[in-house]
């Protein structure tokens, strides 16, 4: 059984710039949540999705934004890049409504220079 | 304040030790406790989820949750070098939402 993938594993951005990451959750999960890592502020929930509808947003600015697919896979979307959104972004799928069931991806790691 | 506290280390101990992570939380609305070990340049794993309070115990793995408290431990027994990585707790704040600890950094010597 495949994991939870995610494209592209490493991203270099210059400020100022967009970038949008995706995630192919597990086959027949229908839920995709996103979440940033970094030294700082460890992982911090941005948002989830289900059969394509946002259910549930974390405190993060309108520049990071998602969506979901028919076919369960998400983008997410950060908008006007900043040095600060350096980061490892993970995603997890997961089948039913728990959070104890959430498989994560190997993550994306963007670099804002 | 964080909702949840988690030491981050680096915490260094001999093969065979017993190692004792923990993490205290504010919000006494959680109920699912869990922990996640995440290696290096990987994704974070679940290790295993406690329901309210309680102990939990998976091969060399144990978790134990004080409600009262609001503090919740992980230990690993006859601890391995491949138990190095980083170990991180969370809880489960509505659907899928989970919030995390800041993670620890453990290292088994051999």
Same mark, same amino acid.
């Given at each position: 059984k495949?994991?939870?993938?995610?494209?592209?594993r #490493?991203?270099?951005k210059?400020?100022?710039?967009?970038?949008?990451?995706?995630?192919?959750?597990?086959?027949?999960?229908?839920?995709?949540?996103? #979440?940033?890592?970094?030294?700082?502020?460890?992982?911090q929930?941005?948002?989830? #999705?289900?059969?394509?509808?946002?259910?549930?947003?974390?405190?993060?600015?309108?520049?990071?934004?998602?969506?979901?697919?028919?076919?369960?896979?998400?983008?997410?979307?950060?908008?006007?890049l900043?040095?600060?959104?350096?980061?490892? #972004?993970?995603?997890?799928?997961?089948?039913?409504?728990?959070?104890?069931?959430?498989f994560f991806g190997?993550?994306t790691r963007?670099?804002?220079? | *304040?964080?909702?949840?506290?988690?030491d981050?280390?680096?915490?260094s101990?001999?093969?065979? =030790?017993?190692?004792?992570?923990?993490?205290?939380y504010?919000?006494?609305?959680?109920?699912?406790?869990?922990?996640?070990r995440?290696?290096?340049?990987?994704?974070?794993?679940?290790l295993?989820?406690?329901?309210?309070?309680?102990?939990?115990?998976d091969?060399?793995?144990t978790? *134990?949750?004080?409600?009262?408290?609001?503090?919740?431990s992980?230990?690993?027994?006859?601890?391995?070098?491949?138990?190095s =990585?980083t170990?991180?707790? =969370?809880?489960?704040?509505?659907?899928?939402?989970?919030?995390?600890? *800041?993670?620890?950094?453990?290292?088994?010597?051999?």
């Amino acid at each position: 059984k495949a994991g939870v993938t995610q494209t592209p594993r #490493y991203l270099i951005k210059t400020r100022g710039q967009q970038v949008t990451l995706s995630c192919s959750p597990i086959s027949g999960h229908r839920s995709v949540s996103w #979440y940033q890592q970094t030294p700082g502020q460890g992982l911090q929930f941005l948002f989830e #999705y289900f059969s394509e509808t946002q259910r549930n947003k974390g405190n993060f600015p309108g520049r990071f934004s998602g969506r979901q697919f028919s076919n369960s896979r998400s983008e997410m979307n950060v908008s006007t890049l900043e040095l600060g959104d350096s980061a490892l #972004y993970l995603c997890a799928s997961s089948f039913g409504d728990r959070g104890t069931e959430a498989f994560f991806g190997q993550g994306t790691r963007l670099t804002v220079v | *304040q964080k909702e949840v506290e988690q030491d981050p280390g680096p915490l260094s101990v001999p093969e065979g =030790a017993i190692v004792s992570l923990n993490c205290t939380y504010s919000n006494s609305a959680f109920q699912y406790f869990m922990w996640y070990r995440q290696y290096s340049r990987k994704g974070p794993e679940l290790l295993m989820y406690t329901y309210s309070s309680g102990n939990k115990e998976d091969g060399r793995f144990t978790a *134990q949750v004080d409600k009262s408290s609001k503090y919740i431990s992980l230990f690993i027994r006859d601890s391995q070098p491949s138990d190095s =990585a980083t170990y991180l707790c =969370a809880m489960e704040q509505g659907a899928q939402k989970l919030v995390f600890g *800041q993670g620890t950094r453990l290292t088994i010597n051999p």
